[in-house]
């Protein structure tokens, strides 16, 4: 199985401020790779899938990249509507994984 | 607008057995893969299971032989047949569309809203 960690756990920043997020994977999974946002007592969001390709309707503000094993979802200048949990997931291998999550919370 | 909308969630005991199912609608629901990944309290996502277009099954280590997977295209409504529950299985369980994002199944762009399965004596 493989396994995704996501790094770092929290991130605490104030809105206009960009987010840096990471994802990595313990073997390749080419860029079969999706991030998903969380908020509380929410079903999660399709934000980004094959590492770098925005979902229907998503902002320009989020971005991925990344390939192989290491991974990052970028969101520039922090809307409030953004904090939340972020979850990547990869779709190279059976089992479908997803990583811890990373929350992304106000300062 | 595309919508999934999960239904027969509750409290069950230990051993016991309950059925989920996932209304579709507005969108061809014949023609894509589904899924349904859960999400215990204060934790993660966890994927359980996928059935594809033609109804082929996948399940997570953890459910296989327990749960299973169907669909009823003809009312545009997925299942999910939990037998032999555990403490463990609590959870919020989403269904989720599959993108099929080139063919591949694992990209979920839809999701419902979720319903809570509590497994306690």
């Known amino acids: 199985e493989i396994v995704l960690t996501q790094s770092p756990a929290t991130l605490s920043l104030s809105p206009g401020e960009r987010a840096t997020l990471s994802c990595r994977a313990t073997?390749?999974?080419?860029?079969?790779l999706a991030w998903y946002q969380q908020k509380v007592g929410q079903a999660p969001r399709l934000l980004i899938y094959?590492?770098?390709n925005r979902a229907t309707g998503i902002p320009a503000r989020f971005s991925g990249s990344g390939s192989g094993t290491d991974f990052t979802l970028t969101i520039n200048s922090l809307e409030p509507e953004d904090f939340a949990v972020y979850y990547c997931?990869?779709?190279?291998?059976?089992?479908?994984?997803f990583g811890g999550g990373s929350k992304v919370e106000m300062k | 607008e595309v919508q999934l909308v999960e239904s027969g969630g509750g409290l069950v005991q230990p051993g016991g057995s309950l059925r989920l199912s996932c209304a579709a609608s507005?969108?061809?629901?014949?023609?894509?893969?589904m899924n349904w990944v859960r999400q215990a309290p204060g934790k993660g996502l966890e994927w359980v299971s996928s059935?594809?277009?033609?109804?082929?099954?996948y399940y997570a280590d953890s459910v296989k032989g327990r749960f299973t997977t169907s669909r009823d295209n003809s009312d545009n409504t997925l299942y999910l047949q939990m037998n032999s529950l555990r403490g463990e299985d609590t959870a919020v369980y989403f269904c989720?569309?599959?993108?099929?994002?080139?063919?591949?199944?694992?990209?979920?762009?839809?999701w419902g809203q979720g319903t809570m399965v509590t497994v306690s004596s």
């Open positions: 989720a569309k599959d993108g099929g994002v080139r063919g591949i199944l694992g990209t979920l762009d839809i």
């Open positions: 507005e969108f061809t629901f014949s023609s894509y893969d």
């Open positions: 059935i594809t277009s033609g109804g082929i099954t």
């Open positions: 073997q390749s999974v080419g860029n079969y």
């Open positions: 094959d590492a770098s």
């Open positions: 997931q990869q779709r190279s291998h059976w089992p479908l994984t």
